[in-house]
């Protein structure tokens, strides 16, 4: 095909006609777009949002966000006669009456935990590859607040349809309003409209669910993608990728068939587990009563660790003035409602300047990293996920007693030394492990691959042969480059620091840039690390072994 089909032509003609939008469809319609799976995972984000959009719009159609109390006179025959919400109401008319509505229902609560699980998997890809370093930091930012977000919507979208388990966490929600000091009280009336549960939350929650948090989302995601567009996406090293360029497919047509077929992927993925996978039967938990609460209950997965927390945190209060009629400071709830969550996003926040503060480095990255050649930021992260699975873990310590017969009190016990434990242990892990996959790498330049082929030497050795790899492995593996380092720290005790490196903290800086940054095991080394010599490469001229 010599020239574009008229189904392009035909829209581009009328739109340059009209707006002169030529040159603009042209330059960016054949916008290079790398080609790498990881690359992918924010998009299942922007899809799952998306259908979470459509579904949603579906759903306001018959819910009824109001407290108003009714009897039930549906067609589920074990609630006839009960009395409920008329929002708990509504949520079972469109599971069990309306065309559809238990599938689009459950749609909606699948993409609602794909949305934050991708956008979570999509941080970590983007922290682990250093993709947040200049000029990325501001969508960085931005995806933590996306992230974060998330969190908010789903509390809210959860607690709409007033069901027992919703309501414990709505009432866990209120408990730790209540802990916050001086202003406790007042956040929990203006949230409830009066007493707990008042008769406002699931009316203002539905304002929140379908008009606040949505609209900034999207206009978060709009900023997002632009200056994704704006700055270039980042690629992975390899053959013939430098700091300048892009190297993969135009996104029209590879790009947009892609990912035009991606939606279809992730649609049909959601599809297929909101009609064989049960989630939130809520007629089998029944209305919200605050004198009830059903065993086992367990949050959606993202809210996980904030539940486990809670269950891990010893029961301290501070009694102010020493009497509790002056007031009480409850930490066994504060501190794990709060530290666990502010820590995790604070660090994400300050983690890019962090490193720019330790390294010196304000260069601008267009080339991601591969996470084994910055072993310090691996190990922070593995920590960090250590961290929050120890406490998602530990947010079910009765469902794990109760099927495994161990005693409450020995999970508790035990999470609470895993939790300072396993993100340590974690961290010294996955630092060995880096140096050992830069290890295999350096031996992978130096040395060649195994090629199957032994070779006996003139002094009767047998040594397996090894081959040149193959182009595109040995540039993906020579795109590693040294940590930036500051530069009076690259010269320890050889000369007077500067004059800002001579504080507490700036030696406290220095000494950080030179255990973080730096190359720790550089490719041509030549020998393995005990200094062993390794077989030759195989001649290019030699295909079989001597006889």
């Known amino acids: 095909m010599t020239t574009p089909p008229k189904f392009i032509t035909g829209p ?4 340059d006609e009209r707006l002169g939008a030529a040159n603009f469809l042209k330059r960016n319609l054949r916008k290079i777009f790398p080609d790498h799976w990881s690359f992918l995972l924010g998009e299942i984000a922007l899809y799952s949002f998306i ?12 819910f009824k966000p109001s407290m108003e109390h009714v009897i039930y006179d549906g067609s589920y025959a074990p609630l006839k006669g009960v009395g409920m919400s008329e929002a708990y109401a509504s949520t079972l008319e469109i599971s069990f009456e309306v065309r559809g509505g238990l599938l689009l229902r459950q749609i909606h609560h699948w993409a609602a935990l794909l949305f934050a699980a991708s956008l979570m998997i999509h941080m970590l890809r983007v922290f682990f590859t250093g993709a947040y ?6 969508n960085w930012l931005i995806g933590i607040a996306l992230f974060t977000l998330a969190l908010f919507e789903g509390l809210t979208g959860y607690s709409l349809p007033d069901d027992l388990l919703s309501g414990a966490g709505l009432r866990i929600t209120q408990g730790v309003l209540l802990s916050i000091p001086l202003v406790g009280t007042y956040l ?11 008769d406002e939350v699931i009316p203002r929650f539905y304002a929140l669910h379908i008009l606040l948090i949505p609209g900034i989302l999207l206009a978060l995601i709009t900023a997002h993608l632009m200056l994704m567009w704006v700055q270039k996406h ?8 430098t700091e300048m360029n892009v190297v993969g497919a135009p996104l029209l047509p590879s790009f947009m068939a892609k990912s035009g077929a991606y939606l279809l992927f992730t649609t049909a993925a959601l599809a297929g587990l909101a009609t064989f996978a049960q989630i939130n039967p809520i007629w089998l938990f029944g209305p919200y009563t605050p004198a009830d609460i059903s065993a086992g209950s367990q949050p959606d997965w993202y809210m996980g660790f904030l539940e486990g927390s809670l269950r891990l945190m010893h029961s301290w209060e501070i009694n102010l003035f020493g009497t509790a009629h002056a007031g009480t400071l409850p930490l066994s709830v504060l501190i794990p409602a709060l530290a666990p969550l502010g ?4 660090g994400l926040v300050l983690y890019p300047f962090l490193e720019r503060w330790i390294t010196g480095d304000r260069r601008e990255h267009h080339i991601a990293d591969r996470p084994r050649n910055n072993p310090h930021r691996t190990s922070i992260g593995i920590s960090a996920i250590t961290f929050y699975g120890v406490l998602w873990l530990l947010g079910a310590n009765d469902v794990i007693a109760a099927n495994f017969h161990i005693s409450l009190n020995w999970t508790t016990y035990a999470g609470r030394v895993l939790v300072f434990a396993g993100p340590a242990l974690a961290y010294l892990i996955t630092y060995r492990i880096c140096l050992g996959l830069q290890r295999a790498d350096a031996n992978t330049i130096s040395h060649g691959v195994e090629s199957g082929v032994i070779k006996r030497l003139p002094h009767g050795e047998f040594v397996e042969v090894h081959a040149p790899p193959a182009e595109d492995i040995k540039a993906h593996v ?5 940590i930036p380092m500051l530069a009076a720290a690259r010269h320890d005790g050889e000369r007077i620091p500067p004059k800002d490196a001579r504080g507490p903290l700036g030696r406290l800086r220095l000494k950080m840039s030179r255990t973080y940054a730096g190359e720790k095991i550089p490719l041509e080394t030549g020998h393995d690390e005990h200094g062993e010599r390794q077989p030759a490469m ?3 001229h030699e295909k079989t072994p001597p006889d």
């Open 234 to 241: 980042t690629q992975m090293p390899g053959r013939g990728r």
């Open 133 to 138: 370093r200049k000029p990325r930091e501001l």
């Open 51 to 62: 259908i979470l959009l459509l579904t949603g719009t579906f759903l306001t159609f018959w």
């Open 478 to 482: 020579r795109g590693k480059s040294p």
């Open 188 to 198: 929990s009336f203006f949230l409830f409209g009066g007493e707990y549960p008042g």
């Open 343 to 346: 820590l995790v996003i604070t």
């Open 12 to 15: 581009s003609k009328f739109l």
């Open 538 to 540: 195989l001649d290019e």
